[in-house]
């Protein structure tokens, strides 16, 4: 059988790509290589193409080329696409070009596949948990709730905690689940919720099945130390290498659901070939809500380097507060279960970083980017 992965010569899809050599699955993978994952020499310099070089059959190309996709889409069976612009903050200013990639390359797929000849059976498709905005809550007056984007007024003046948009009154964070109302709070989020949608709508009218990922935040061995917009514990990670200060957004209180690598592969690929995933949506994350102040203080530890830690209270706008998933489908339907523990991950997230030759970080740069378009206080 033949599974073509768009970007899959990153960090979630190489890592795919590999386990379904090993599986036995021939391995088609579609992937600009852009330089902000990359590097400016993808072909000589970066890992994760050179993990999968000369193992799989490699096309060079975007999800947003009509005769690209003609060209990987040839005797496909199964198609995982992870193909994305990604980066809640970098979305909120670059929106054409998010939009671009992630519903129009989307789009060319599904035009395809609904007016020309093809032997695709199923199509995965990565969402986000971004698409849940803040998440699901309880208020004590008003039962599950779920809060709509902070304001800058109220961030302004410390109050990061998300309030009840009924009464006003605080609320308790609990596990979002699949059916938890979907309101992203950035440009991202709306292009991963449509991607999904756009994929199940027309793989039901065209005879395809269809299965989508929720994924919470990533991470292991091998994920860009050198991406300033995406994953706090590479950020973080390369800053304290380097000697330099953790700047803690917030109150540093804020959390996520930090899932490993090996647990996203396993739940993909169990997407694809459980039957009985068909038509369905699937949290994946732990489950376990882990604050960011926690994060940093773990990474210097590991490192054996304390470099200071100053919770500013700065704040991006569109960024969340919390979140984290309830997994109960997956388990029942895929039955996944996570086998990768936070302290577990990172724990063989650092050892492989200890390996790695550190560069300078871009990550202020992009800070200043963000002040200057308004978006970062």
Request: glycine share 10%.
């Amino acid at each position: 059988m033949k599974v073509l992965i768009t970007g899959g010569a990153g960090f979630i899809g190489s890592n795919i790509a590999l386990k379904l050599l090993e599986k036995g699955y021939n391995v088609v993978v579609l992937d600009s290589l852009s330089e902000q994952i990359h590097g400016i020499d993808p072909i000589n310099t970066s890992p994760l193409y050179r993990s999968i070089k000369d193992k799989v059959e490699f096309i060079r190309g975007s999800v947003g080329n009509r005769s690209d996709w003609e060209r990987a889409l040839d005797n496909v069976d199964y198609i995982i696409h992870l193909a994305a612009e990604t980066g809640t903050g970098q979305s909120m200013y670059e929106i054409a070009k998010y939009v671009d990639n992630n519903i129009g390359g989307t789009a060319l797929l599904l035009d395809i596949l609904a007016n020309q000849p093809h032997h695709v059976k199923r199509v995965v498709v990565a969402e986000s948990r971004a698409i849940y905005g803040e998440g699901k809550y309880i208020c004590p007056k008003c039962g599950d709730v779920y809060p709509l984007g902070r304001k800058d007024e109220d961030m302004a003046i410390g109050n990061f905690e998300c309030k009840c948009p009924k009464c006003g009154s605080g609320v308790k964070l609990v596990a979002t689940t699949e059916d938890s109302k979907i309101h992203p709070t950035s440009v991202y989020g709306i292009t991963k919720q449509v991607q999904g949608q756009l994929v199940h709508l027309v793989c039901q009218s065209i005879g395809v099945e269809s299965v989508s990922f929720r994924y919470q935040n990533v991470y292991g061995p091998g994920q860009s130390l050198s991406n300033p917009y995406t994953g706090i514990l590479s950020i973080f990670s390369t800053r304290i290498k380097n000697g330099k200060a953790i700047n803690i957004f917030e109150d540093g209180k804020e959390t996520r659901d930090f899932v490993y690598i090996d647990d996203i592969v396993d739940a993909t690929i169990l997407g694809m070939e459980v039957p009985e995933a068909n038509g369905h949506v699937f949290n994946i994350g732990t489950g376990v809500a882990t604050d960011v102040l926690t994060v940093a203080k773990t990474l210097c530890d590991k490192y054996g380097v304390q470099v200071p830690i100053t919770i500013s209270g700065n704040y991006r706008l569109g960024d969340i507060r919390h979140n984290y998933a309830d997994i109960s489908l997956a388990k029942k339907i895929l039955r996944f279960e996570p086998k990768w523990t936070f302290e577990n991950g990172i724990e063989q997230f650092t050892s492989w970083v200890n390996k790695q030759e550190i560069h300078q970080d871009n990550y202020d740069a992009s800070i200043e980017e963000m002040k200057a378009k308004g978006l970062y206080k």
